[in-house]
């Protein structure tokens, strides 16, 4: 199966309210789990990312949860809005792929006005 | 300068054509990636330089042949490409080895006729 799941792969919220996007990973000693915001047109571009000895970390409106047990982590985006529509990846360092960073499939999140 | 520069923006090229494609970025990071990433898709890591010298080649065909001048540039000379090679290619530069915090360029669509 895959190294990083993710999902949902579509997301579609109101502006105003809550994104939660949810990713798992399968090599117990992965320690750094980052996520990106692609706009179209653009690159990906690092929004936060968490190291595997911290459960939570927060910037502003976003904020990510680590579980080592369960090997899942999560993003949280509150008080969404229109300029959040993007495409979110999740990564994690997998050191049984090489200690390379493996994407997740990616979700599309849309916010309506 | 928190920006990795990528030139050109869109290329269209044939078979036969010889191409490169440039990357230059001025934040002294001394970690380079280049990326191919599918419409849709997550990124799917091709090589990595670490300190000017190659240190991940993910058994990229020969037709694509990546080159580091120097620690600001970063090029990927294309040759004999084919149709399917037609993809988004992204450059990105990191603080560190270790695919930390990863700073993407916004990449090249490449169309392969």
């Known amino acids: 199966g895959e190294n990083v799941e993710q999902h949902p792969s579509t997301l579609s919220v109101q502006e105003g309210d809550s994104a939660v996007i949810k990713c798992t990973y399968s090599?117990?000693?992965?320690?750094?789990f980052p996520w990106y915001k692609q706009e179209l047109g653009k690159g990906p571009q690092l929004i936060i990312d968490?190291?595997?000895?911290?459960g939570e970390k927060k910037d502003q409106r976003i904020a990510v949860t680590l579980n080592k047990t369960a090997k899942h982590f999560s993003l949280h985006i509150t008080e969404t809005q229109p300029e959040d529509s993007a495409v979110y990846f999740c990564?994690?360092?997998?050191?049984?792929?090489?200690?390379?960073?493996?994407f997740g499939q990616g979700t599309e999140l849309s916010v309506k006005p | 300068d928190t920006e990795v520069t990528q030139t050109p923006k869109h290329l269209v090229m044939g078979m036969t054509n010889k191409k490169s494609l440039k990357c230059e970025q001025h934040?002294?990071?001394?970690?380079m990636y280049w990326y191919k990433q599918k419409a849709k898709k997550p990124p799917e890591l091709m090589f990595v330089?670490?300190?000017?010298?190659?240190?991940i080649n993910e058994s990229v065909p020969s037709r694509f042949s990546p080159e580091c001048p120097n620690s600001s540039l970063l090029n990927l000379h294309l040759h004999a490409l084919q149709p399917e090679d037609s993809a988004l290619y992204l450059c990105?530069?990191?603080?560190?080895?270790?695919?930390?915090?990863?700073?993407f360029g916004s990449g090249t669509q490449l169309s392969v006729l």
């Open positions: 990105a530069s990191g603080p560190g080895q270790g695919f930390e915090k990863l700073f």
């Open positions: 090599d117990s000693a992965s320690n750094y």
């Open positions: 968490i190291r595997s000895n911290v």
């Open positions: 990564a994690a360092r997998l050191y049984n792929q090489g200690g390379k960073l493996i």
């Open positions: 934040m002294g990071h001394r970690a």
């Open positions: 330089y670490s300190y000017e010298k190659l240190s």
